[in-house]
């Protein structure tokens, strides 16, 4: 009996489409709150977005001397999934899994296109991409974020977003860490 409890146990994690790590609904306020300080910065002509449901990995960061680099290097290894969570003010956010982003800006010549995602998401300003939040204090309203966006094909980059959420004092502090 316990055999087959563990070997049914065992299947149900492998089949999962949930695999990886999720977010609490802090997280999603977090990200939001970031994300909605973020884009009000981009100038802007839509104001829908795409989200890669799976968290970036890779801390893009070139100065290794920076102080936090070892921490958050380590941290972004923590694959994480998105779902369709946010709330950002003034944006719609539609997430997108890495294989459909993939086969909709990657050729059989694995050159980058962007038309055919355009063509389908014709109302999407940009694609961003996010990493786990790292939090520095218990209450959660202070910490690092990495957010990456791509738009048109032309520009975007990498920025680690260093954020406090008190209450009447929303600061964020962005770092460019790789451009496209």
């Not at 893009?60 to 950002?88: A, M, W």
């Not at 990657?106 to 995602?117: A, C, G, K, M, S």
């Not at 961003?128 to 939090?135: E, G, M, R, T, W």
Request: net charge positive; proline share 2%; aromatic share 14%.
């Amino acid at each position: 009996m316990n055999k087959l409890l563990l070997t049914s146990f065992v299947f149900l994690i492998l089949t999962s489409p949930k695999m990886g790590y999720t977010q609490d609904t802090t997280d999603y306020r977090t990200y939001s709150i970031v994300l909605g300080e973020f884009l009000n910065k981009l100038s802007k002509t839509k104001n829908s977005i795409l989200i890669q449901s799976e968290s970036d990995t890779v801390f893009y960061y070139v100065d290794k001397s920076y102080k936090h680099y070892n921490l958050l290097s380590k941290h972004n290894k923590r694959q994480i999934r998105f779902e369709n969570l946010f709330k950002i003010k003034n944006w719609q956010t539609k997430v997108i899994t890495k294989e459909e982003l993939e086969s909709l800006t990657i050729d059989e010549n694995e050159d980058i296109i962007w038309d055919p995602l355009y063509a389908k998401y014709p109302e999407i300003e940009c694609v961003i991409f996010l990493s786990s939040i790292y939090y520095t204090k218990t209450n959660k309203l202070k910490g690092f974020l990495q957010v990456g966006f791509m738009r048109n094909g032309l520009n975007g980059g990498y920025y680690l977003i260093e954020f406090n959420l008190k209450k009447n004092n929303k600061k964020l502090k962005c770092i460019e860490t790789l451009v496209n």
